[in-house]
């Protein structure tokens, strides 16, 4: 499992995917699905965000209504940007779909 912190058009948001890269096709398919379709994605240490989040982080970790390629950890940016410095982020990885693919224009 991976920790991921996406900066997207709606704000930044904290995922759990079992992908190994954000740019994977079945999590960018996942995402394309929830309107993301332009990001920047940063991991973040896993035993980190478990220490933070707590118990709400096992509660997403085992919830069986999610998929294992997206897991929403926090929807609220402001949360977790003050729960992570900078510097515990990993390099970014910038990702954007190709015009055609982009709001479902075909």
Do not use: C
């Amino acid at each position: 499992m991976k920790v991921m912190i996406l900066l997207t058009g709606g704000g930044p948001m904290i995922i759990l995917t079992s992908s190994d890269l954000p740019t994977a096709p079945t999590l960018l398919k996942e995402l394309a699905n929830k309107g993301i379709e332009k990001f920047i994605a940063y991991e973040i240490p896993l035993d980190l965000a478990k220490s933070r989040y707590g118990a709400h982080f096992d509660a997403v970790s085992h919830d069986v209504h999610e998929t294992d390629q997206l897991r929403i950890l926090d929807f609220n940016g402001q949360r977790a940007f003050s729960l992570f410095r900078f510097d515990e982020w990993g390099p970014p990885t910038r990702y954007e779909a190709p015009p055609h693919h982009r709001l479902g224009i075909s």
